[in-house]
């Protein structure tokens, strides 16, 4: 069943309001008329199943049948820390954390980024990278939107590490599990010190395609976060904040079945 997210305002106690692109989605390509059916959620508190009662091309107005469960968001909330990468990687990245269950996504800059960075193209992007996550939100049913920050310097990132529960720097060098740790023994470890936390914070820093320096290696353990490996393979800079998103959405129990 098709699911839009609308702000809180547009959320009344019996009715809802579909406007903008939204409205524009359901009348056009959904054809929607009056009696039919679709979901919304404000992304925090309210997610309904309505019926639409007026259709206009200004806006649809949907009487509230009944408030759903906000339970299709995962207890650990992820953030992927993404060194800027080429291209649209980043757009990948940002659609397959949000079904996956990502809560954030924070882009930074690093020593060995290819890219460019281009100010001026920051403001457009974001609003793309938002699109793509409200778009993915909807499509795998999310209760809420996972968030984009604005592009973290290296210091900035560093600076955030210890507002998190647990930081894992996703480091190559570490990938062979022989020689250094997986993200399960990270995980574990840092469980049986701090004593298993229900909802924990957790950040997933992911280097860009030239990889992260020794020096920025240093720095991030230095911050507190740990060094984890994701395997003996090198992985692409926009699969690896994926897989290890999902290593520790498997290890949390979310990924399906007890
Ligand atoms: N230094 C890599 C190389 O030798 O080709 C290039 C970096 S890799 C394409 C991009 C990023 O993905 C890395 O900086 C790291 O954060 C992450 N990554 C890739 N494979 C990994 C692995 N096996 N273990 C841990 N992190 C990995």
Redesign the pocket.
Known sequence: MQRYFITAEQFGDSDIRLLGEDAHHALRVMRTKPGDKFIVSDGQARTALVAVREAAAEGITADIIEMLPMDSEPNWSVTIAQ?LPKGDKMELVIQKGTEIGAYAFVPFESE?MIVQYDGKKEAKRLERWSKIAKEAAEQSHRSRIPSIQALHSWRELMKSVDTYDLAL????????AAH?KGVRTAVREWALQSGAIDSPSILL????????TEREASEAEAAGAVL??????????E???I??LTCLLYESGEMGGA
């Open positions: 060194s060995r720097f996703c480091y190559e060098r570490e990938g062979d250094g820093i992911v280097g860009s395609e030239g990889g992260f984890v490996g994701l395997g003996k393979r090198i992985l692409r800079t699969t690896a904040g897989v290890g």
